[in-house]
């Protein structure tokens, strides 16, 4: 007798029924793969029931094993000639259009697309795929506080009167995706109110394994043995990330300690703010070595450099100062915590997010360079003395940034909308 269509299937019947649910698609959108989201894809992976995709420009790092990357070219390039208060819209949808092809080309029909709102978007997606849901990772908006970087180095009119096209693109994908996230409070709170209740908080995920105390591993380039390090870590040595208050703040301390000498991480261009446009160096860093005088066998400009090398930085400093604007919180300052560093950071926004004064960290008012030196005087002269309060930073980061903590937060998030 044949079963009623609504009867319960035989258990190897139904055993068959589950394996055959097709996997949920997961669409990644970045020019740089595989930017933030390295941790989760792999975590995504690891639980399985999802496909992931990887759309970008340019690989920095091949994807976790199962993974699939799509590349794209920009359709046709920005020209110089190109209307310049446009600019900062035509870039991305330049990149989206390119994208958009490549996706096209390879088939895809994703359940969900993930995007980072500053570079790619999903709104030129959304007649594509009417029915997946869209996603996106906001990073930073341009309101008051961001856009007015360092007061020495002042926006021209015409980059004044510009700055409402930088977030014109962000503010078509804040309209068109279902949900998004920022990986801090502050961050979030650069955006409009009006969309904040569609922005949750998500920390990024931090490799803490890497970024741990211990001893060196090897990777670091050859530092005076024995002798207290500073430490400095940035992209590039500029301006927003308070190049030229590191200087200062080392000939301070320098003058003060015959053994300390300072380590420097990051290439010698600027990447955000306005102070080459005041210049004539050749760079921030050129600009500030004439200035500043520290003595030279004491400053070790590593220049660009790995993680590994970095997070061997971390276990031998003394201390790391950190240095900002109003922008978005560098992962410097997290690896250095994550590593059980003391870090000793200006007191702004987007720090708060991360350091409590005293307890997990130390801060100093931004402009108070003396107050900077005393702090790292202090540490110099009293490592143990930080010990507790390195520690309660180790166990903040590995409650907030371990992949165990973050990955699942931000897989839900995508998997469950939210």
Not at 18 to 37: D, E, G, W
Not at 121 to 146: K, S, W
Not at 159 to 164: A, C, D, F, S, V
Not at 386 to 398: C, D, N, V, W
Request: proline share 8%; with cysteine.
């Amino acid at each position: 007798m044949r079963a009623h269509p609504s009867a319960a299937p035989a258990p190897s019947t139904a055993r068959a029924v589950l394996c055959s649910v097709p996997a949920m698609r997961v669409a990644f959108l970045h020019p740089r793969c595989p930017a933030q989201f390295e941790a989760v894809i792999r975590h995504l992976l690891d639980r399985g029931g999802v496909d992931v995709d990887f759309v970008c420009e340019q690989v920095v790092r091949p994807l976790p094993s199962g993974a699939r990357q799509i590349t794209y070219a920009p359709d046709g390039k920005v020209s110089d000639r190109s209307y310049w208060f446009s600019r900062p819209f035509e870039q991305p949808a330049r990149a989206m259009l390119g994208a958009r092809r490549a996706v096209q080309e390879a088939g895809l029909r994703p359940d969900v697309i993930v995007a980072h709102a500053s570079f790619l978007g999903t709104a030129m997606l959304r007649a594509d795929f009417p029915h997946a849901r869209r996603l996106g990772f906001f990073e930073i908006f341009y309101d008051a506080r961001v856009a007015a970087g360092r007061r020495e180095f002042p926006l021209s009119v015409d980059q004044r009167t510009r700055l409402p096209a930088l977030n014109a693109w962000q503010l078509m994908e804040l309209d068109a995706c279902d949900r998004g996230w920022c990986p801090s409070p502050f961050q979030r709170s650069t955006y409009p109110a009006a969309y904040h209740s569609r922005l949750a908080v998500l920390p990024d995920p931090i490799d803490t394994d890497l970024f741990s105390p211990g001893a060196p591993r090897g990777a670091l380039p050859d530092l005076p043995p024995g002798a207290p390090i500073v430490s400095y870590v940035s992209r590039g040595l500029e301006a927003y990330r308070g190049f030229d208050h590191f200087m200062e703040i080392a000939r301070r301390v320098s003058s003060r300690h015959p053994s300390v000498h300072f380590a420097v991480c990051g290439a010698e261009q600027t990447f955000y703010g306005n102070e080459l446009s005041h210049l004539r160096a050749r760079s921030f860093k050129a600009h500030v070595l004439e200035r500043v005088q520290v003595d030279p066998s004491r400053v070790h400009f590593l220049g660009h450099v790995s993680e590994d090398a970095v997070a061997d930085l971390f276990r031998v400093t003394s201390a790391h100062v950190h240095w900002t604007v109003a922008h978005t919180l560098s992962w410097s300052p997290l690896q250095a915590l994550s590593a059980g560093a003391l870090v000793i950071a200006s007191d702004s926004e987007p720090v708060r997010d991360a350091i409590q004064d005293g307890v997990n960290g130390l801060l100093f008012p931004p402009e108070d360079l003396d107050a900077a030196a005393d702090r790292v005087l202090q540490a110099l002269r009293d490592p143990e003395g930080t010990s507790a309060m390195r520690a309660r930073a180790r166990e903040g980061i590995l409650a907030r940034h371990a992949p165990a903590a973050a990955c699942p937060r931000i897989a839900d998030f995508i998997l469950q909308g939210g």
